[in-house]
């Protein structure tokens, strides 16, 4: 008698995986289109072509499907690899010219706010407005963008290019301002500047504001 075969679960899992992502992508298209307040669960669930149990199912709540929508966007892809963990980000962190690195630095920002920016512009507006889900998320996305930048602080302290007399914590929140979603906004859509024009200068501003002078020469 033939063992009995083993249940293979894997293609079902990896169906619910593209399931999930499509209704979190289809949100976020709702969220930047129309603002968050007006976006509604079953209009995500229509446009994802499931039902609105589904999505109640899966994300519990809508404020919960933002921030997976802001996460996947964040990654770029469906892959459960931290950004700090990707090979693109860990080069950059290899790098031992500390004026290159705050380049590479400032390519990575306008990569994510290529993909993050339209979003992330409307969870600041909703948060300004009052919206306690977006308060709530754009504390927490600050919290995470600010330690993601004291990493970056904390290489150019290993590599001894801090400008004499600026600690760490201040060249922290240079660097947090430069790279913030309200700079990019202000450049490449009032101003509009083009990406690689805005990804010049802040890598530039950036390594004004903290490294020592006679690296820049």
Do not use: C, H
Request: aromatic share 6%; proline share 3%; net charge negative.
């Amino acid at each position: 008698m033939s063992a009995r075969r083993r249940y293979d679960a894997s293609g079902r899992e990896r169906q619910a995986a593209l399931t999930r992502r499509q209704i979190a992508l289809a949100a976020v298209e709702q969220f930047v289109v129309q603002g968050y307040a007006t976006t509604t669960v079953a209009s995500v669930a229509k446009a994802a072509g499931v039902s609105a149990q589904t999505v109640y199912n899966g994300f519990g709540t809508k404020a919960a499907l933002l921030k997976e929508g802001y996460d996947l966007l964040m990654v770029g892809d469906g892959e459960a690899v931290p950004l700090a963990e990707r090979p693109d980000v860990q080069a950059l962190y290899a790098d031992p010219d500390p004026v290159s690195f705050l380049r590479g630095y400032a390519r990575l920002g306008r990569e994510l706010l290529d993909r993050l920016g339209p979003l992330a512009v409307q969870i600041g507006a909703g948060a300004l407005a009052g919206d306690a889900d977006l308060v709530e998320l754009r504390a927490t996305t600050d919290r995470e963008r600010l330690t993601g930048t004291g990493m970056v602080v904390g290489r150019l302290v290993e590599l001894d290019a801090l400008s004499p007399g600026l600690d760490a914590d201040a060249a922290r929140d240079r660097l947090w301002t430069l790279n913030s979603t309200e700079v990019w906004y202000l450049l490449t859509t009032t101003r509009g500047w083009t990406g690689e024009q805005y990804e010049d200068w802040v890598g530039d501003a950036m390594a004004a504001a903290v490294l020592r002078p006679d690296l820049l020469r």
